[in-house]
């Protein structure tokens, strides 16, 4: 299920009890320590900031293919590391006092 989660509909997942493999491959570093989402998340508020909405959704795609690339990660950890992203977003459109995002 963490794997449809990540990936959509349609496709075979495979899991291994106690070695720590989902999908055959090994499990990556947890999404909450990334440092290049950090990264990402960072350039995401500055374009947001600035307005730059192409690089926005250039940095999404990247951001959410990090979470992708990944078969380790777990649906809380998508969920604790987007509400976190949103929560940051939301201060910054308190900071720059916009009444609400234009999507």
């Known amino acids: 299920m963490e794997s449809r989660f ?17 999908g055959g491959a090994p499990q990556e570093i947890g999404i909450l320590d990334d440092s290049e989402l950090n990264v990402l998340e960072d350039e995401m508020l500055v374009a947001v900031g600035v307005g730059s909405n192409e690089l926005v959704i250039d940095l999404l795609e990247k951001w959410l ?34 009444a609400g995002f234009e999507w």
């Open 65 to 98: 293919d990090r979470f992708r690339g990944n078969p380790g990660c777990l649906k809380q950890e998508v969920n604790i590391r987007a509400t976190a992203f949103v929560v940051r977003l939301k201060r910054l459109a308190q900071e720059k006092q916009v």
């Open 6 to 22: 990540l990936n959509g509909k349609g496709g075979v997942y495979y899991y291994t009890e106690g070695t720590g493999v989902i």
